[in-house]
């Protein structure tokens, strides 16, 4: 490999700038891989396919068709890696080469390596540096280690990519249907869709399943190209070794120009020190001694041509003294103190009884005081009680009282209606027992419904008995006030709520009026 041929410019790019490249690879040369590449995946849809509908058996030949792809993308690299070595190759080369290159690799590419989700990255490693073995398993853990995760995305992308178009295909299909036929079509469509697809459906459905592959699969393709070549420009230097070589081309044209210059300038040198009849060097001096200092050696050599650099010294110490350039820096940290010298024991003994004297005393205070406080507290206590013992009290949850027992009180009625009900009903509720009028006035309006409907109420009647009687009195007013005085006597007998004398009046009164009943 002649890497100072490579027609793009190498340098260490992050992964998904790797991808561009690939893809813009792809773009330069779309003719190159999209020609052999319809001339290959063309004949073998249609052959597939010819054979699916031959056992009526449609999907199997889409699924033929996404499980050869690696077998396809051999097309798309066979092209790319070549061109990027300035030899794109024709239609015909890359045809003639999918019958050998990388025919052994296939069957693995085809079996336990088809569902690999870093493909793309892998590919150019299986195929263009033909190892096998351990070896292929290191560089492929190698280039991929990086870059594995980008290259999972890729392939992701890509996928949703291919299911975008064909639904796309789908929707172009229907947005360009004629807008009076459209209810009609999608009718039709969902009928089919919803029975059984006819073969001519299928036929399109996998058409714009190999259409939507051939658009994305050739970018899939050099996305994992570029990574490969960004890994190897990232571990093995290619961008510097490409320099080099250039550098190395350089000089190597320069050199026998550069051999005149050194030559011509050597001689006239020579032929100086003759015009100005300088002696021939003196033999060299003794070497001096090891610990003597060493002598400089810009005087020896520019003698009186040597130039003031004290400008230049100034100019250097100004830029040291740049904080900006200045590489010092100060670090602070905490060091353990010397310990001071021991006291005197006489003079540590006085010290240590005053000490003790404070904390006896503050003791002392600490703890009686603590005493004064307490007995405060209980003297506060005591003398709140009568405020706060009643609140605590009501704390506890107050005991349960017994249900008082029911107070039933018997009703003693006459056994004959009184001429006069209303007088009879109303000196019962002014002695003060209620739910007697109440029971009277019940009585006599049964009594009156039972005239009025002209029926008989069996014995023991219930009031709700009584009420589906009441239906069959003509007149609804005598309706109304039978259900009025049932009500009020079923809320005094059986809920103890008594109605008010007001009420009782106008309930006396409108029975009266609609039964007749003597005042």
């Not at 050739?218 to 960004?230: I, Q, S």
Request: glycine content about 6%; proline content about 7%; some cysteine.
């Amino acid at each position: 490999m002649r890497i100072e041929q490579l027609t793009v410019r190498l340098r260490a790019r992050s992964d998904w700038e790797a991808v561009e490249l690939g893809m813009a690879l792809v773009r330069r040369h779309a003719g190159a891989v999209w020609k052999p590449w319809l001339w290959l995946t063309l004949p073998v849809f249609a052959l597939l396919n010819l054979g699916a509908w031959w056992i009526d058996q449609f999907w199997l030949a889409a699924a033929v068709m996404w499980w050869l792809k690696p077998a396809f993308d051999r097309i798309p690299l066979y092209v790319i890696s070549r061109a990027v070595f300035g030899s794109v190759p024709g239609t015909r080369e890359t045809l003639r080469a999918q019958a050998s290159w990388g025919v052994r690799t296939l069957p693995h590419l085809l079996t336990w390596r088809r569902l690999s989700p870093v493909r793309s990255l892998h590919l150019p490693i299986d195929l263009l540096e033909g190892v096998q073995g351990e070896r292929l398993r290191q560089r492929r853990r190698v280039l991929a280690g990086q870059a594995y995760g980008t290259a999972m995305l890729l392939t992701l992308v890509c996928l949703h990519f291919e299911t975008a178009l064909l639904l796309g295909g789908v929707a172009a299909v229907v947005m360009y249907l004629p807008q009076d036929l459209l209810p009609d079509s999608m009718q039709a469509a969902f009928g089919m869709l919803a029975t059984e697809w006819p073969a001519w459906l299928k036929l399109g459905w996998n058409a714009l399943a190999w259409a939507a592959v051939s658009v994305v699969e050739p970018f899939y393709v050099g996305a994992g190209f570029g990574l490969y070549l960004n890994r190897r420009t990232q571990i093995e230097a290619w961008d510097l070794e490409i320099v080099f070589r250039t550098l190395r081309a350089r000089l190597a044209a320069a050199a026998p120009l550069l051999l005149v210059v050194l030559l011509w300038t050597g001689a006239d040198g020579a032929r100086a020190q003759e015009r100005h009849g300088e002696r021939a060097p003196a033999p060299a001096a003794p070497a001096p001694p090891r610990d003597a200092p060493t002598p400089p050696t810009l005087p020896i050599v520019f003698g009186e041509q040597r130039v003031d650099d004290r400008a230049f010294r100034k100019a250097a110490d100004q830029a040291y003294r740049d904080p900006l350039l200045d590489r010092r820096h100060t670090q602070t940290s905490w060091e353990r103190r010397q310990r001071a010298p021991e006291q005197d024991p006489d003079t540590a003994g006085r010290d240590r009884a005053w000490l003790g004297g404070i904390g006896n005393m503050v003791a002392f205070i600490g703890e009686w005081g603590l005493w004064l406080v307490v007995g405060v507290l209980v003297l506060a206590l005591l003398a709140t009680v009568r405020h706060w013992w009643p609140w605590m009290r009501g704390l506890a949850r107050p005991p349960v009282l017994a249900p008082a027992p029911a107070v039933s009180e018997a009703l003693t009625l006459p056994e004959t209606l009184p001429d006069d009900i209303a007088t009879a009903a109303r000196r019962a509720w002014r002695e003060g027992r209620p739910r007697h009028a109440l029971a009277l006035l019940y009585r006599a309006s049964v009594d009156s419904m039972v005239r009025r409907a002209d029926i008989v109420l069996p014995p023991g009647a219930t009031e709700a008995e009584c009420l589906r009687a009441s239906r069959r009195m003509p007149q609804a007013a005598d309706r109304q006030a039978f259900a009025r005085v049932v009500r009020i006597w079923q809320y005094a007998a059986y809920a103890e709520r008594l109605p008010g004398e007001d009420e009782f009046e106008a309930l006396l009164g409108e029975l009266q009026q609609r039964y007749g009943w003597a005042s």
